[in-house]
């Protein structure tokens, strides 16, 4: 799982994501969780790292 986190989500809380994550590291699967400070619900793709975190995580499982 790639968790990212936009900070000013006003529709997905931030803690909500942080839950998922911890539930997703619980059952032992693989995952990133990245979180971008001025993001929101609509345009954390759109941050400064975004795509590189991305590429990153998938380059860690041999996908690109």
């Known amino acids: 799982s790639f968790v990212h986190i ?3 989500d006003e529709l997905v809380p931030p803690r909500h994501m942080d839950l998922l994550y ?3 590291k619980a059952q032992h699967k693989v995952t990133k ?3 971008f ?3 929101s619900h609509n345009d954390t793709w ?3 790292g975004y795509y590189e ?3 990153t995580f998938l ?3 041999n996908l690109i």
Request: hydrophobic share 50%; no cysteine.
């Open 53 to 55: 975190a991305m590429a």
């Open 22 to 24: 911890e539930k997703a």
């Open 37 to 39: 400070a001025r993001g």
């Open 46 to 48: 759109a941050s400064d």
């Open 33 to 35: 969780m990245v979180k």
């Open 59 to 61: 380059k860690e499982l």
């Open 6 to 8: 936009g900070a000013k």
